[in-house]
């Protein structure tokens, strides 16, 4: 089950995708990390899909990796009396803690939080941003508003309030349960919603323990100013382009992802560009052709990975949408300017021996037209270094722990494979050579370029280069 691309696909799995042949269906398509969402469904339904995919994994032989997606914190308004209000442009609305249901001047917002954080000037957007709101008179527990974009509101709609830091943590007692439960199942990644702060996602790490690998999802403006500090701590980042949307203006979207998917290339982390990507497949066999290209830009910009939301979860066509982005991926990687964009855009290596090696792979391969990079790597540093590169041929992730595996399958052009724990050097490049060939990375009379970090697991210590032969 190799890969002919180096960018991966996330699917999320939900009611139209949850039976163990159509999880079969999408992973042959080109799914490479199946997502559990924990805004929706039972814990039940989660581990169903969670044991399906580790059968999957036996089946198959190969690595499948799996994220827990954490709902975070939702803001909303409460009821209204009538279930349903217009609100006409200009008109005075009034926001507060009170229990009574809303009616066309005024609606309950249980949030103390936002309240606290509010000052006159400042903007709310209540369903997706489709309502306007400015504040003009706030306290402790109110808000005077005036309708800036009007429109029509209901029970329940989710409130944004963008650019204001809000002292809320991104983990709800719902969060922790569902933590708690995805460690346990075994999932190889954590998604965090709401992250306004560094300190969020280290709050998140202190609670995982490194049961999993963390992955920070930036949907807030206030987290894009803190970008640096959250791509540091966090194992890897998702362009979640939804909250992101509402919260900045969408001709700031495009820019903001092109620096996100910078910043994580540099550090060498992780990155991921989600929502909306194939969105008119949930109800069609077809994407657009914008949607296509919306595909294909975050694979120029060299994102690791690129997710499909309600395409897989509750669409009509999962598989095909899996499909179609398998092909829009492993087009745009055969586009001949392709490769000039991506070595165009690489960050220069750190002045360090490990970086400096991994640069050397990388510059000899492309010389001497090798198969394939081959890592060994006990905690993923050394393939994640590999990765980073964005070398022109694939990077063959060996590695002894099953956890690390799973992880690396998230990264841009890694095939993981799990292999028993080898001490010795020359027993490596063995196992390398026949890995490679079984797996048909090489043939005969074949170079590859061999890799690790000596003494095996010392994180970070990539130090050994050696080119090798298939004969």
Same mark, same amino acid.
């Given at each position: 089950?190799?890969?002919?691309?180096?960018?991966?696909?996330?699917?999320?799995?939900?009611?139209?995708?949850?039976?163990?042949?159509?999880?079969?269906?999408?992973?042959?398509?080109?799914?490479?990390?199946?997502?559990?969402?924990?805004?929706?469904?039972?814990?039940?339904?989660?581990?169903?899909?969670?044991?399906?995919?580790?059968?999957?994994?036996?089946?198959?032989?190969?690595?499948?990796?799996?994220?827990?997606?954490?709902?975070?914190?939702?803001?909303?308004?409460?009821?209204?009396?009538?279930?349903?209000?217009?609100?006409?442009?200009?008109?005075?609305?009034?926001?507060?803690?009170?229990? #009574?249901?809303? *009616?066309?001047?005024? +609606?309950? !917002?249980?949030?103390?939080?936002?309240?606290?954080?509010? $000052? /006159?000037?400042? %903007?709310?957007?209540?369903d997706d941003g489709k309502v306007r709101l400015s504040v003009k008179d706030?306290?402790?527990?109110?808000?005077?508003?005036?309708?800036?974009?009007?429109?029509?509101?209901?029970?329940?709609?989710?409130?944004?309030?963008?650019?204001?830091?809000?002292?809320?943590?991104?983990?709800?007692?719902?969060?922790?349960?569902?933590?708690?439960?995805?460690?346990?199942?075994?999932?190889?990644?954590?998604?965090?919603?709401?992250?306004?702060?560094?300190?969020?996602?280290?709050?998140?790490?202190?609670?995982?323990?490194?049961?999993?690998?963390?992955?920070?999802?930036?949907?807030?403006?206030?987290?894009?100013?803190?970008?640096? #500090?959250?791509? *540091?701590?966090?194992? +890897?980042? !998702?362009?979640?382009?939804?909250?992101?949307?509402?919260? $900045? /203006?969408?001709? %700031?979207?495009?820019?903001?992802?092109?620096?996100?998917?910078?910043?994580?290339?540099?550090?060498?982390?992780?990155?991921?560009?989600?929502t909306q990507m194939l969105d008119s497949m949930v109800t069609a066999p077809?994407?657009?052709?914008?949607?296509?290209?919306?595909?294909?830009?975050?694979?120029?910009?060299?994102?690791?990975?690129?997710?499909?939301?309600?395409e897989t979860a509750s669409g009509d066509y999962p598989v095909e949408s899996?499909?179609?982005?398998?092909?829009?991926?492993?087009?745009?990687?055969?586009?001949?300017?392709?490769?000039?964009?991506?070595?165009?855009?690489?960050?220069?290596?750190?002045?360090?021996?490990?970086?400096?090696?991994?640069?050397?792979?990388?510059?000899? +391969?492309?010389?001497?037209?090798?198969?394939?990079?081959?890592?060994?790597?006990?905690?993923?540093?050394?393939?994640?270094?590999?990765?980073?590169?964005?070398?022109?041929?694939?990077?063959?992730?060996?590695?002894?722990?099953?956890?690390?595996?799973?992880?690396?399958?998230?990264?841009?052009?890694?095939?993981?494979?799990?292999?028993?724990?080898?001490?010795?050097?020359?027993?490596?490049?063995?196992?390398?050579?026949?890995?490679?060939?079984?797996?048909?990375?090489?043939?005969?009379?074949?170079?590859?370029?061999?890799?690790?970090?000596?003494?095996?697991?010392?994180?970070?210590?990539?130090?050994?280069?050696?080119?090798?032969?298939?004969?």
């Amino acid at each position: 089950m190799r890969r002919s691309r180096k960018a991966k696909i996330l699917a999320t799995l939900g009611p139209a995708s949850s039976d163990p042949e159509t999880i079969a269906r999408l992973f042959e398509a080109g799914a490479d990390v199946f997502r559990l969402n924990f805004s929706h469904g039972t814990h039940e339904e989660h581990a169903v899909r969670y044991e399906t995919i580790r059968t999957l994994e036996s089946r198959f032989g190969r690595s499948v990796g799996v994220l827990a997606d954490l709902q975070g914190p939702k803001l909303r308004l409460g009821k209204f009396a009538r279930g349903r209000v217009m609100l006409e442009a200009g008109a005075p609305f009034r926001l507060d803690l009170a229990d #009574e249901p809303g *009616d066309a001047q005024r +609606a309950p !917002m249980p949030h103390p939080e936002i309240f606290a954080a509010l $000052v /006159p000037g400042t %903007d709310l957007l209540l369903d997706d941003g489709k309502v306007r709101l400015s504040v003009k008179d706030c306290g402790a527990d109110f808000a005077e508003t005036r309708v800036v974009t009007p429109g029509p509101l209901s029970d329940r709609k989710g409130v944004n309030v963008p650019s204001v830091m809000l002292d809320l943590s991104p983990l709800t007692k719902k969060d922790c349960y569902d933590l708690a439960f995805a460690l346990d199942l075994g999932v190889d990644w954590v998604a965090l919603s709401f992250v306004q702060r560094p300190e969020d996602v280290a709050e998140a790490r202190r609670l995982i323990e490194g049961r999993a690998s963390l992955l920070a999802k930036l949907e807030k403006p206030t987290a894009v100013d803190h970008l640096f #500090e959250i791509v *540091d701590l966090a194992d +890897a980042v !998702m362009v979640a382009r939804g909250d992101l949307g509402v919260e $900045v /203006p969408p001709e %700031d979207v495009p820019a903001l992802q092109k620096r996100i998917i910078r910043a994580c290339r540099y550090a060498g982390k992780p990155v991921v560009v989600a929502t909306q990507m194939l969105d008119s497949m949930v109800t069609a066999p077809m994407p657009t052709r914008a949607e296509a290209s919306d595909v294909a830009t975050a694979v120029y910009d060299g994102a690791d990975a690129v997710m499909l939301s309600a395409e897989t979860a509750s669409g009509d066509y999962p598989v095909e949408s899996v499909a179609m982005m398998d092909r829009i991926i492993a087009r745009v990687e055969r586009d001949p300017p392709y490769r000039g964009i991506i070595d165009g855009t690489r960050a220069q290596p750190a002045p360090t021996a490990s970086d400096a090696i991994t640069a050397a792979a990388r510059h000899v +391969a492309q010389t001497i037209s090798a198969a394939t990079i081959v890592t060994f790597t006990s905690s993923g540093s050394t393939t994640l270094r590999a990765a980073r590169e964005r070398p022109p041929v694939p990077i063959l992730g060996l590695t002894s722990m099953e956890s690390v595996a799973r992880s690396l399958t998230l990264v841009w052009g890694v095939h993981s494979v799990l292999v028993e724990t080898i001490e010795d050097f020359d027993r490596m490049v063995d196992v390398a050579v026949r890995i490679a060939t079984e797996a048909e990375f090489a043939g005969h009379g074949v170079p590859l370029i061999v890799t690790a970090g000596l003494p095996l697991g010392t994180r970070g210590s990539t130090n050994v280069l050696r080119i090798a032969w298939v004969e």
